[in-house]
Every structure is written in structure tokens, then in C-alpha cells.
């Protein structure tokens, strides 16, 4: 049985193949018909490199205001942005019981909230840092509490917890609005993900 690594429908699998094993794209592999070929690439964060995963992590917090409540927003940037982002985790966390609620929005034409955060730390040292990659993190206050349509729940003080619903997938031009209900308590974001290009065949919104 011969197989061409770059004609294998999954081009991430071909990619990573062809990579871990140093071989040109244009390499075949011949093997025979009673025989199971099994490759180990690695542990998961050695296989998201060799697919061209870039991965990334950012906490910071928003102050407390009296009479307002905290916003955070993670947005990809609107087309021509090139990448898919895959948002593996959100942890909250107040010094004040509060209601958290989340809105997905998918754009394009999102406005970040107050001063864009574009400054994020590599979880892979192996990559190259990209100022922003492509995505926007940004928190505000606001009198107005935000409508629900995608999360509502209550977090005990000084407890951190994850939203529910990850790992969300993202093209361009996708955002996730946060918020709390507590007016005058500061609050604490932490958002976990990663990104890659995007590939022709994908099909984009």
C-alpha cells in the first residue's frame, strides 16, 4: 500500500508527520498490506507544535467602580484576519459573590472595550511571539449589566472558577463578552488558548 503524506486528507496530520520525521513533502511511504504503521508524535503540547499550533495565556483584572459593573472581551480580530483560535479555558474570580454572564458575538464589527490588551505570554517558548496574534483582549466598566444569550452563573468570593461551555472555536471576526453583576468589585480574567492558520479548505463564516 503507498500513501503521499501530502495527499492525506487531514494536512495538520501531514504537516506534523512530516515534520517530527524530517521528511520532504513530497515522500512516500510504502508499506506492506498485512502491516498496521503506528507513530508516536508525542505528548499533546509536542503535537500541537508540529500542527502549527501557537499557544498562549493572558490574566489581568478590572478595578472596581462605584456603581458599575466589570466587562472583559476575547476578540479575533474581523477578516482579513488568517487564523482559527481555539479558547481552551476562561477562569473568573471576585472578591464579592457575583453573578458572571457571557454573550457570544460573531461579527464581524466588534468594538473592544476601553484599552485593547495585545500582550500575551507563550505556554511553548519554542515559538515565536507575535504581538497580539490576532486576537484582542480588553475589559471595561459599565452602569448597564450585560444580556445573557451563552452563560449565566454565581461564583462564591475569592473562588476562582472556569465557564462553562470550552473549548470555544473561533474565526475571524468572533468575540466572547463577559460580565458581572456586582457593582464596585473588581474582578480577575484569565483566558487560555491557541491559534494557527487558517487552511484553504476550511469553511469560514
Known amino acids: 500500500m503507498g500513501m503521499e503524506l501530502n ?8 504537516d506534523s508527520l512530516t515534520r517530527r520525521f524530517g521528511l520532504p513533502s513530497s515522500s512516500n511511504i510504502t508499506l506492506a498490506p498485512e502491516l498496521m504503521p503506528v507513530a508516536s508524535i508525542g505528548e499533546l503540547p509536542e503535537l500541537l507544535f508540529h500542527q502549527g499550533w501557537r499557544r498562549w495565556q493572558r490574566g489581568f483584572n478590572t ?5 458599575q459593573a466589570a466587562r472583559a472581551m476575547f476578540r479575533v480580530l474581523d477578516p482579513p484576519s488568517s487564523v482559527i483560535v481555539v479558547l481552551e479555558r476562561i477562569m473568573v474570580s471576585s472578591g464579592t459573590a457575583t453573578e458572571i454572564l457571557a454573550d457570544w458575538g460573531y461579527g464581524p464589527g466588534a468594538a473592544d472595550l476601553g484599552a485593547p490588551l495585545t500582550a500575551f505570554e507563550p505556554r511553548d517558548f519554542r515559538q515565536t511571539p507575535a504581538a497580539g496574534d490576532q486576537v484582542v483582549l480588553s475589559t471595561t466598566t459599565s452602569a448597564a ?3 445573557t444569550t451563552a452563560v449565566d452563573f454565581t461564583i462564591p468570593a475569592n473562588t476562582p472558577f472556569d465557564v462553562p461551555g470550552g473549548p470555544w472555536v473561533c474565526f475571524p471576526g468572533s468575540n466572547l463578552l463577559l460580565g458581572n453583576t456586582s457593582l464596585n468589585s473588581q474582578m480577575f480574567w484569565n483566558f487560555v488558548w491557541r491559534t494557527r492558520r487558517l487552511q484553504e479548505q476550511e469553511n469560514v463564516p
Open 7 to 14: 495527499a492525506l486528507t487531514d494536512r495538520g496530520t501531514s
Open 145 to 147: 449589566l450585560l444580556a
Open 63 to 67: 478595578a472596581a467602580a462605584a456603581g
